[in-house]
């Protein structure tokens, strides 16, 4: 999560396993601190240390005032 300045003010990662050709849905609670314009980047990557991206990144903004 980044705040309206680029910065990173949020990181959290989950790890699960899935058979070719699954879904699954995913979620995370995260509680901002202060107003401001935020961005969440969602990434999906074949394993947790360097890996290859399995999906293109998501991005969604939200306004917490």
């Given at each position: 999560v980044k705040?309206?300045?680029g910065k990173i003010v949020h990181i959290s990662w989950q790890l699960t396993s899935l058979p070719?050709?699954?879904a699954t849905t995913i979620s995370?609670?995260?509680v901002?601190?202060?107003a401001?314009?935020?961005?969440?980047?969602?990434y999906v990557w074949d394993h947790f240390l360097g890996g290859l991206p399995l999906s293109e990144m998501?991005?969604?903004?939200?306004i917490v005032n």
């Amino acid at each position: 999560v980044k705040d309206s300045e680029g910065k990173i003010v949020h990181i959290s990662w989950q790890l699960t396993s899935l058979p070719p050709g699954d879904a699954t849905t995913i979620s995370h609670i995260w509680v901002p601190k202060m107003a401001d314009t935020y961005l969440v980047e969602t990434y999906v990557w074949d394993h947790f240390l360097g890996g290859l991206p399995l999906s293109e990144m998501k991005q969604k903004s939200t306004i917490v005032n």
